[in-house]
């Protein structure tokens, strides 16, 4: 497919014949579409009806395709990437100057759609794709450096006198339709919004630690614009993926969960029963108000089985396992639940954090041979750098494996 790309914005003969092709496209069954890769060049285009048709084919077919993707890492144990294509439209970040300019230039806002639309196809690798796979995908915009830029970008944009930010009230925050605003302006703060509530579901570790790092000035303002405006999105989400999730597990199952989920304070209580003279052991996890810009809290309600140290260990794993799986609370779930049957079954545990479950949901596996205690790899290491020798944190000889 080739479609000229003249430097004029607005060129009717060649959108009319674009809007008639996206209309064609969207009735080709998504199957029949195998590669996109050349797809994502015409994001760039400076004709909305390009861009929009570029958009509606990557938007239909990428989240389709990432079953595929994901039983195919599963299966051959590969890794995978975003495409490189893709990757290079996130390298040039938008500039206020250019949004300066642009006010007399429609030019300007189709060069700043086409960023902030090749964001939103990098989220849509996202949809239906697998933990692992989200993991090589969140690597990916890590080593590329890309996510700071579109934050500061953001809230550069968003940002009114005085470090108000834009009012998000009127905005469908979790979804994004193109060419359906008043004016550009308009359609870039809805596209920005947007873009925001999804690094915050997909790639919350990252969003929470610019939101750390960043200047004093807009530090406050954000927290409480994304509590208003953003965090009872997310935290609706990371609920309901909860809910979902214990739909599909079996009620009757040994050392099942019993999940009570209440939205209204964000939290969720899971209870486990031992056995039939004590109560069930317990645990609670809330979202805060900012959440996830801050972390889900971890709280015992019912102690059962364990002392105290070791119970405070086992919570605060829990809270690790959460924030290292990017806010998945599944993980924390299991890993609570781990922790339990491992309890009852005598199973060793970690001579470090006393769970059976470490923060990257592994068992213990590393065994001093001194004194035959074992430890997680990620506890062992974490101590070997922090002590900056390679003992054993327990009988202090020289850490031999066996
Ligand atoms: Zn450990
Ligand atoms: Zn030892």
Not at 57 to 64: A, K, M, S, T, W
Not at 370 to 384: A, D, E, G, P, Q
Request: hydrophobic content about 40%; overall charge negative; charged content about 20%.
């Amino acid at each position: 497919m080739h479609i000229p790309d003249s430097a004029t914005t607005f060129h009717q003969p060649r959108d009319v014949t674009v809007e008639l092709l996206r209309r064609l496209i969207k009735s080709i069954p998504i199957e029949k579409l195998e590669d996109v890769s050349g797809v994502f060049g015409l994001l760039t285009a400076h004709s909305r009806s390009v861009q929009r048709t570029a958009f509606t084919i990557l938007h239909r077919f990428i989240p389709q395709a990432q079953e595929q993707v994901s039983f195919d890492v599963a299966l051959s144990k590969t890794s995978v990437s975003l495409p490189d294509e893709l990757i290079s439209l996130l390298l040039e970040t938008p500039t206020m100057e250019m949004v300066n300019e642009a006010y007399g230039d429609d030019k300007v806002w189709t060069t700043i759609r086409a960023y902030l639309l090749s964001w939103k196809v990098v989220f849509d690798h996202f949809t239906n794709a697998s933990l692992p796979v989200q993991e090589f995908y969140t690597t990916n915009i890590k080593e590329n450096e890309v996510l700071i830029p579109l934050l500061e970008f953001t809230f550069d944009f968003l940002q009114k006198s005085h470090g108000k930010i834009v009012d998000a009230s009127k905005i469908d925050v979790q979804n994004f339709e193109p060419d359906q605003s008043e004016n550009a302006e308009r359609e870039t703060q809805w596209l920005l919004v947007h873009l925001y509530y999804l690094c915050l579901r997909h790639l919350a570790n990252m969003t929470k630690n610019w939101w750390i790092d960043t200047k004093k000035r807009i530090k406050g303002p954000v927290e409480s614009w994304t509590e208003k405006h953003i965090s009872p999105l997310v935290s609706g989400d990371a609920l309901q993926g909860v809910e979902d999730w214990i739909s599909t597990q079996d009620p009757n199952e040994e050392r099942a969960l019993t999940l009570k989920i209440s939205p209204k304070t964000a939290e969720i209580i899971a209870s486990i029963p031992v056995d039939e003279e004590s109560p069930p052991v317990s645990i609670s996890i809330s979202l805060p108000p900012a959440y996830p810009l801050h972390p889900a809290l971890v709280v015992g309600r019912s102690r059962v089985l364990v002392d105290e140290k070791k119970w405070k260990n086992w919570l605060l794993t829990i809270q690790g396992v959460i924030m290292f799986a990017n806010g998945n609370l599944v993980d924390g779930l299991l890993a609570f639940r781990r922790n339990v049957q491992g309890a009852l079954k005598g199973q060793s545990e970690c001579a470090i954090c006393y769970s059976v479950i470490s923060t990257d949901m592994q068992t213990p596996n590393k065994r001093c041979a001194t004194c035959k205690n074992t430890f997680h790899s990620v506890c062992l290491f974490r101590w070997f750098k922090s002590s900056n020798q390679s003992t054993c944190p327990l009988c202090r000889n020289n850490f031999v494996y066996v």
